[in-house]
């Protein structure tokens, strides 16, 4: 058996779209599952719309997801003279011919063939032209595409298409500036790395007959084929840039760890008995592509949210504080002067949802803040929480052996000094020391903020109110 080879053929053309990468996995697990390879390859030849910026984001999401690839990075661009050298031998041995027609004829046989409802298709006019006769005017290079006879494939996940090589017209595989199209490059590259399964998106079905007749006339090998579908929305449409996040990056972004993205698109058409959760080792052992559904299936933002949360909290810290960093430095955080990443992780990780809004929640950790939100100012920085906080102030002052305990038995005993609820000292108290309502244990993170730091900012809250109290004489009780 020949060894298993697979490819990601992305065009470099804008953002790398969810369900692209969703193919792109499928076609890793396949090869990985079958000890075979696994090749990248930068499908750049439409000068026009290709860029590096594009090809940057390609690379950085695959590493980013860890679907690593095999040997060099191809880049189609590179292989203009192979695709040259492929030309000349079609047009030497008649497979693929020089097509001259001008424009006008070709829109006039198009009108023509829709006013008697025929389908448009070029008629092979110049199939049968002496081309010395037109060396001076620009052609194009066209497949001689078999007459009569079907094309038939057995694709792993929709079984057997045919295409009526009638459908089919003499395909053009060089353009008149000298360029070459996608299908011709496709086939050429697949038949050089030797690639035996070709896993890509649905939008190519209609592709693979030509490809096929293409690679028929080389004589070369067929690879075998499985379109993937698409994958919808919550409301059954298009995943789309206008209504939906699609671009890979973009979760990153939003603070999804690859774990999650790459276990929700596993399951995006494919299921193992009632499993939710798949490692990568897992999805290598179980996921097979003849199983892969051929209708199409929907995204699931809440799952992937849940599945994020699961990840977070169930990955080794270490590992999800490395992803942690980008967020950190994307918010600009030095953390030299507070809690690690990984004591940020074991913090926050019950309560985040994703890394971003963890990397957001932390800042009071290594930041002084200068304002309070007016609301919660209005509400909890007030005469009764002055006398609680400067309570609390002294007492920690005092504490000797600086720990967590000791921080919850002073605002304990305050409690008992006050006669009052918990939540009436320890809200002001949070806000004093954080700036915000919600957060992790106060006291474990008064014992981290630090005994300095912590009576510095219950002072300066104290200070607030004193202040407000000069100011705003109406809001103050
Ligand atoms: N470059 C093509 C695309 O981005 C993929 C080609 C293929 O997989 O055959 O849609």
């Not at 379109?227 to 995943?239: A, F, P, T």
Request: aromatic share 12%; proline share 3%.
């Amino acid at each position: 058996m020949k060894k298993v080879k697979t490819r990601f053929a992305p065009s470099p053309t804008g953002y790398l779209h969810i369900g692209s990468i969703r193919t792109a996995l499928f076609s890793w697990l396949f090869s990985r599952q079958n000890q075979g390879e696994f090749i990248l390859r930068i499908e750049d030849t439409d000068l026009k719309r290709s860029n590096q910026k594009s090809i940057d984001v390609i690379i950085d999401s695959m590493n980013w997801l860890n679907l690593n690839w095999d040997g060099e990075l191809f880049y189609q661009t590179k292989r203009l003279k192979r695709y040259n050298e492929i030309i000349e031998q079609m047009l030497n041995n008649g497979t693929a011919y020089r097509c001259y027609c001008s424009r006008e004829r070709l829109e006039n046989l198009r009108k023509k063939q829709i006013l008697n409802n025929k389908k448009p298709r070029y008629d092979g006019f110049c199939r049968n032209y002496v081309n010395d006769n037109f060396l001076n005017k620009s052609y194009v290079v066209r497949f001689l595409n078999p007459d009569k006879g079907s094309v038939i494939f057995n694709d792993k996940i929709r079984g057997f298409i045919e295409f009526k090589n009638q459908e089919l017209d003499d395909l053009i595989i060089q353009r008149s500036d000298g360029s070459f199209t996608y299908n011709f490059c496709v086939v050429i590259d697949d038949w050089d790395m030797n690639i035996t399964h070709v896993i890509r998106g649905e939008e190519h079905i209609n592709n693979t007959p030509r490809q096929i007749n293409i690679l028929n006339a080389l004589k070369a090998p067929i690879p075998e084929y499985a379109h993937v579908s698409l994958i919808l929305n919550d409301d059954g449409k298009k995943l789309s840039k206008r209504n939906n996040t699609v671009s890979i990056l973009q979760y990153r972004e939003n603070g999804f760890l690859p774990q999650a993205i790459l276990n929700h698109l596993v399951r995006l058409g494919w299921s193992h008995g009632d499993q939710e959760i798949f490692s990568l080792e897992e999805m290598k052992k179980y996921f097979s592509i003849d199983d892969v559904n051929k209708s199409s299936s929907s995204f699931n933002f809440n799952k992937l949210l849940w599945l994020n949360h699961y990840y977070i909290n169930t990955l080794p810290s270490e590992e999800v504080a490395n992803h942690l960093k980008w967020h950190i430095k994307k918010q600009n955080i030095d953390i030299n002067d507070g809690p690690s990443l990984i004591e940020l992780v074991n913090l926050f990780k019950n309560r985040c949802k994703t890394l971003k809004e963890m990397a957001k929640s932390c800042i009071y950790f290594y930041e002084e803040f200068n304002d309070f939100n007016f609301d919660d100012a209005k509400k909890y920085l007030n005469k009764t929480s002055y006398i609680f906080l400067e309570e609390i102030k002294s007492k920690l002052n005092l504490i000797k052996d600086w720990n967590h305990k000791n921080i919850e038995q002073v605002v304990k005993n305050a409690v008992i000094k006050f006669k009052v609820s918990m939540g009436k000292i320890c809200m002001p108290l949070r806000i004093a020391i954080t700036g915000i309502t919600k957060t992790p244990n106060l006291y474990i993170i008064i014992y981290i903020i630090g005994k300095f730091r912590s009576v510095s900012r219950i002072e300066k809250a104290l200070n607030f109110i004193l202040n407000k109290k000069l100011w705003f004489l109406k809001i103050f009780d």
